[in-house]
C-alpha cells in the first residue's frame, strides 16, 4: 500500500511563505505529481501538477507565486508557496500518479490570516 506524508503547513500572515512536503513510500520516479487544494465549502482544484514532457501546469490564481518540484531520490514532492494570501487558506493534498494508480497525501492545512 502506497503512503503519502505530507507536512509543512501552518499559520502564516499575508504575502508570506510556506513550503509543503510530501514524501511518498515508494520511488516517485515514474509517476506525475501535483498538488491540490480543498477550501471549506468549495470542491477540490488543482494547485499545480507536472505532466509530460517536465511541463508544469498552474492556476492563474497561482501561478508566479507557487512552485511545483519534486526530488526523486527522497521521493518528495515540494509546494513553495510565496506571497500568500487570505484565499489561499485551505487543505492541500498531494497526488501522485503511477500507470498502477491514483493516490492522495491525508492533507495539511494552511491558514493565512493576520
Known amino acids: 500500500q502506497v503512503q503519502l506524508v505530507e507536512s509543512g503547513g501552518g499559520l502564516v500572515q499575508p504575502g508570506g511563505s510556506l513550503r509543503l512536503s510530501c514524501t511518498a513510500s515508494?520511488?516517485?520516479?515514474?509517476?506525475?505529481v501535483g498538488w491540490y487544494r480543498q477550501a471549506p465549502g468549495k470542491q477540490r482544484e488543482l494547485v499545480a501538477r507536472d505532466g509530460a514532457g517536465g511541463s508544469i501546469m498552474y492556476p492563474d490564481s497561482v501561478k508566479g507565486r507557487f512552485t511545483l518540484s519534486r526530488d526523486n531520490a527522497l521521493s518528495t514532492v515540494y509546494l513553495q508557496m510565496n506571497n500568500l494570501k487570505p484565499e489561499d487558506t485551505a487543505v492541500y493534498y498531494c497526488?501522485?500518479?503511477?500507470?498502477?494508480?491514483?493516490?492522495w497525501g491525508q492533507g495539511t492545512q494552511v491558514t493565512v490570516s493576520s
Open positions: 497526488n501522485v500518479r503511477w500507470v498502477s494508480g491514483d493516490y
Open positions: 515508494t520511488s516517485i520516479a515514474s509517476s506525475y
